[in-house]
């Protein structure tokens, strides 16, 4: 199976998960089981392993009460917001957005379908109001008559008819 | 627990991904609908206050004229019939070159949303109308002139 296949269904964060011995025994056979089919994935679980390791083999540091002193006022100055660093907003990339926001790409693809949805049924015109109810079965919506020729709807008293009637001026 | 939870998240990006496909095939469902037709009957009829009475091929349609109108001649002067596409025009020619256009624009259950015109020897528009009409109901469009009376154009869409 392609490595961008086992990312989008969610196992980048398993590989993590493995990687950081997380994993109960059955689910971390079943991921050897797909390392052993995918290189990619085996080069992506070895980097978190690295990390993972890294992190954990580090050894404490520990600063001199005068370190300390200083060390705490060069954050805080380099954390003031008229920095540069800080001028960027940081901004996830799309990747991220997805994989690690499920839920929010989630609600976007609902969105899209309402919207699409909506926008079908609306140029069905489902939303507009039909009149089932008129008893002939015919509803004038809009009229609009030519030049120098006014129009009018009717229907005679005792007539199922909906009559259009044009007041054109006779041709001689 | 934990495992269920985590199951359940890799679901996510499956629905996902189906969401984003129904999204992208929703308006295939538009384009299927504008391939159907609609059935359009026309009777173009004369009518006039001379003598002729009514002509019988105007069938059941002959008696609701004349409780509609004051003529005394109703003669079938033409009998088009055509099925456009949704949103496709269709035309009939009229006497005196004018002509019948009629654009259906939508369909549903039974229901049928037409805008209609009749066009001048010109070219313009001298009444366009949107109607809505259930399936075997007639509309009239009348009015025009003709020799010494008047155009009446019945539309209907047959059942």
């Known amino acids: 199976m392609p490595h961008w296949v086992h990312m989008a269904t969610g196992r980048g964060r398993r590989l993590a998960a493995y990687a950081a011995e997380e994993l109960a025994p059955a689910e971390r056979a079943r991921v050897e089981a797909d390392l052993r089919a995918c290189p990619a994935c085996r080069r992506e679980a070895e980097a978190y392993r690295l990390v993972s390791g890294t992190l954990r083999t580090q050894p404490l540091v520990r600063m001199a009460p005068e370190q300390a002193a200083t060390f705490w006022a060069g954050v805080e100055r380099r954390v003031r917001p008229d920095t540069t660093a800080l001028a960027r907003p940081a901004r996830p990339a799309l990747r991220e957005l997805f994989w690690d926001y499920p839920r929010l790409s989630l609600a976007s693809a609902v969105a899209a379908v309402i919207l699409v949805v909506g926008l079908t049924l609306g140029r069905m015109e489902v939303w507009s109001p039909w009149s089932p109810t008129a008893p002939n079965g015919v509803e004038v919506v809009s009229i609009e008559g030519g030049e120098d020729a006014p129009v009018m709807v009717f229907q005679a008293p005792g007539s199922s008819l909906k009559v259009i009637w044009v007041f054109e001026k006779p041709t001689s | ?159």
């Open chain 2, 1 to 159: 627990m934990r495992h269920r939870r985590r199951s359940g998240h890799r679901m996510v990006p499956c629905v996902t991904l189906v969401c984003s496909l129904v999204a992208l095939l929703g308006p295939l469902h538009s384009t299927l609908d504008a391939q159907a037709t609609v059935t359009l009957r026309v009777q173009v009829i004369y009518a006039a206050n001379e003598p002729g009475g009514v002509d019988t091929r105007l069938g059941g349609l002959a008696a609701e004229l004349q409780r509609t109108f004051r003529y005394s001649k109703y003669e079938l002067l033409d009998s088009p019939q055509g099925s456009p596409a949704l949103n496709q025009s269709w035309q009939a020619g009229l006497p005196g070159d004018r002509r019948l256009e009629i654009t259906p624009t939508a369909m549903q259950g039974g229901q049928y949303s037409l805008t209609v015109r009749v066009l001048s020897s010109g070219g313009q528009a001298v009444v366009n109308t949107r109607v809505r009409l259930r399936s075997g109901a007639t509309v009239l469009v009348g009015g025009p002139s003709h020799r010494k009376g008047v155009l009446i154009i019945a539309i209907t869409v047959p059942q």
